[in-house]
């Protein structure tokens, strides 16, 4: 049967639950698995976000943020035919092709993150697995802040969604609910390194219900960008005296993805 997703502040006890005997490999969807979004203890003062990176001085070494912007993967097309009707199948193969080449940027993406490649490598790809839907989602939000201040749904600059679209590609209802997490983007005007931060954190943000192969090593790397986030959202001249009302509402819209996700996995699978 499917296990239940958890959320992070209810579990407090999860280490005390473990298992008599390893389960089956876990499944590929985040609903089943247990996640991960609200800030757990704090990191050691002393932890490198970036460990053994750079045999440097950390003076010269670039901040984590400016290594997330300069990773971030450049915008893919997808591969749309203008002169070939706006039919449902059309539409759904366009998506399913771009959904690919979207899925080997994260890998990509991923491989590079600073901290990732510490994970063992079956880490790694169980994280990749878990996220890689919740991952292209948020960013497809970040394309319809970006381009159409969320007006519309910015897929890739050939192929944009209006309403019209939206109900001729058979998933009307989940994309409302993209456009929706995409209006949140344009309420709490969305910071790019806000983004690069949180987009981290959904990638660290589902696990399997028997923990990983070293859930110190993912622990360590998911507290060090929750600090970050932390600190950007502390930097913000606009969020002076309401950060943490801030930094809440930032790991409201983190968790609200999980939500869309599960429903989006339902239809594709």
């Given amino acids: 049967g499917a296990r239940k997703s958890k959320k992070l502040g209810k579990l407090k006890g999860m ?25 757990v203890t704090e990191p050691p003062v002393n932890t490198a976000l970036v460990p053994h990176m750079s045999a440097i001085s950390p003076a010269l070494t670039p901040s984590p943020v400016k290594i997330l912007e300069s990773i971030e993967p450049e915008i893919v097309y997808a591969g749309y035919d203008s002169s070939k009707p706006d039919t449902a199948e059309y539409l759904l193969s366009t998506l399913n092709r771009l959904a690919g080449k979207q899925m080997i940027q994260v890998v990509k993406w991923a491989k590079i993150l600073p ?5 063992p490598l079956e880490d790694q790809i ?11 989602s948020f960013a497809l939000s970040w394309r319809s802040y970006k381009h159409t201040n969320s007006q519309f749904l910015y897929f890739a600059p050939d192929l944009i969604f209006d309403e019209e679209r939206m109900r001729q590609s058979a998933m009307f209802e989940l994309c409302q609910g993209m456009h929706q997490i995409s209006l949140q983007f344009v309420r709490l005007q969305l910071s790019f390194e806000e983004y690069t931060i949180m987009k981290v954190l ?68």
């Avoid at 609903?31 to 609200?38: D, H, L, N, Q």
């Avoid at 901290?115 to 994970?119: A, E, Q, V, Y």
Wanted: charged residues 20%; neutral net charge.
């Fill in 202 to 269: 959904l990638l660290l943000s589902t696990v399997p219900k028997d923990g990983l192969k070293s859930q110190a090593a993912f622990e360590e790397m998911r507290a060090n960008y929750i600090k970050e986030l932390k600190k950007m959202v502390t930097k913000c001249p606009s969020n002076s005296g309401q950060s943490w009302q801030r930094f809440y509402q930032l790991t409201k819209l983190l968790d609200s993805m999980h939500d869309l996700v599960s429903d989006l996995l339902e239809f594709c699978f």
């Fill in 15 to 39: 280490h005390e639950e473990q298992p008599q005997q390893r389960q089956q490999p876990p499944p590929q969807s985040p609903e089943e698995g247990t996640t991960y979004i609200a800030p």
């Fill in 126 to 136: 169980t994280l990749i697995q878990y996220s890689w839907m919740c991952l292209s």
């Fill in 115 to 119: 901290g990732f490649r510490n994970l």
